[in-house]
């Protein structure tokens, strides 16, 4: 995936990195931060190794999903509470491992969760997790690489990676994974009127970077075709998962892991909930389904 030609030709000097001007580089490495509205929205800003804005995503802020507009080195996230009241936060670029708050316009009693010069550390995923590549080429690097890759919810290939990299963590050392998710339609299990409209997006993959560091995951997921990076939250527990399939389903055994803010939840409690159109009973826990094996 490394462009080592270029990387050679840099180590003897500047004037032979001319000759890689026409190999199309990936983007700097985004940075990015990471703040939670009260549990209630998450929003991830994304800049450029110098500083420059690239992107960004607020998640969950109760009635919208937030709008962004940047300015330099300077994002503004927004959104609209119940009733109209609109909230900003505004973040500066301070350095490149830094990111300051300058400007603060949120509900205080909704949002009490910063202030006008608070400081978070930038975040900056594995190089491979940002590269642009189609879905096929990127299954394809992902298994020459030796990468985790879940085609559909059963594993097919780097399988000892995932485990190389739960045993670490089961031993509370820090540790992390780079694995892909690759998808295709099949016409024999949808409708044609849903094949036809949907076939021309297929085949897609996604990365997933998922990270300990001897106390939290933080766990991040983008489309290998896309800059933008779709998901970022952070969790304290990975729970392991196993059983037998139920009756009429297409595989015998499962092997899950998800992301947690509770240990003591049970598949059946986090099944439960994903079905259940009571409220109360799906904001009990938060979790992630993150690696998925179905076994035949």
């Given at each position: ?24 580089e ?33 998640e969950g ?9 940047a ?64 879905a ?9 690489d ?22 670490k ?38 990365y ?50 998800v ?18 159109s ?19």
């Open positions: 995936m490394k462009k080592l030609v270029c990387l050679l030709l840099a180590a003897v000097g500047m004037t032979a990195l001319a000759s890689c001007s026409s190999v199309k990936p983007a700097p490495l985004r940075r990015g931060v990471y703040v939670s509205g009260s549990g209630e929205g998450e929003i991830y800003a994304s800049f450029a190794a110098d500083g420059s804005w690239v992107g960004g995503t607020a802020m109760r009635s919208t999903d937030g709008e962004w507009t300015n330099g080195k300077t994002v503004t996230a927004q959104t609209t509470y119940p009733g109209g009241k609109t909230g900003r936060v505004t973040f500066e670029a301070a350095s490149e491992t830094e990111i300051t708050v300058t400007a603060v316009d949120w509900d205080p009693e909704r949002d009490p969760w910063t202030e006008v010069g608070d400081v978070y550390t930038l975040y900056t995923p594995d190089a491979d997790f940002m590269e642009i590549l189609s096929d080429r990127a299954l394809a690097e992902a298994k020459r030796g990468l985790p890759v879940m085609e559909g919810l059963r594993v097919t290939s780097g399988q000892e990676s995932w485990d190389a990299f739960y045993a963590v089961t031993a509370g050392e820090p540790a992390s994974v780079l694995y892909l998710s690759y998808y295709t339609l099949d016409p024999a299990h949808v409708s044609e009127e849903l094949y036809a409209k949907e076939k021309d997006r297929y085949p897609m993959a996604f997933s970077w998922l990270e300990y560091d001897g106390e939290k995951f933080t766990y991040m997921v983008r489309m290998t075709t896309e800059e933008a990076i779709e998901e970022r939250s952070v969790f304290p527990y990975l729970l392991h998962f196993t059983g037998d399939a139920p009756q009429q389903a297409a595989f015998s055994h499962y092997d899950r892991y992301l947690s803010d509770d240990p003591t939840v049970t598949w059946e409690q986090i099944e439960s909930a994903m079905f259940s009571v409220y109360e009973e799906s904001r009990r826990f938060r979790t992630r389904d993150v690696y998925t094996n179905l076994i035949d």
